[in-house]
């Protein structure tokens, strides 16, 4: 990603592994900005959903998921980015949800 001063890229937040017919709310620093209903991972993908956003002009953001009961933040960077920035939240089979930066190899 590159800081030539164009405007601000978007922020995608993949719903990744283990979402089940869930209720799930993206929040940026503690606004809702996107809510699902009965989100469902497609496991021949391994994803459910990719919510894109616009990316604010500057500072450090906390995105946060929150599915049923559930919350995971993550604080992120968007200071000079352009292009996109991908998080990824998934829930793990014990029930744990976690939001971390998507890795390279797979894009949605």
Same mark, same amino acid.
């Given at each position: 990603m590159s800081g030539t001063g164009a405007e601000p890229g978007t922020l !995608? /937040?993949? #719903? *990744?592994? *283990?979402?089940a017919d869930d209720d799930v709310s993206v #929040? /940026? $620093?503690?606004? %809702?900005v996107w809510h699902g209903d009965r989100v469902t991972t497609n496991?021949?993908?391994g994803i459910a959903d990719v919510v894109? #956003? %616009?990316l604010p002009a500057s500072g450090r %953001?906390?995105?946060e998921v929150r599915v049923g009961g559930r919350s995971s933040a993550q604080r992120v960077d968007v200071a000079g980015t352009t292009g996109e920035l +991908? #998080?990824? !939240? +998934?829930? $793990?089979p014990a029930g744990a949800l976690t939001l971390a930066p998507a890795s390279e190899e797979r894009r949605f």
């Open positions: !995608a /937040v993949e #719903l *990744g592994e *283990g979402f #929040l /940026v $620093d503690g606004t %809702p496991y021949s993908v894109r #956003l %616009p %953001p906390t995105v +991908r #998080l990824r !939240a +998934r829930i $793990d």
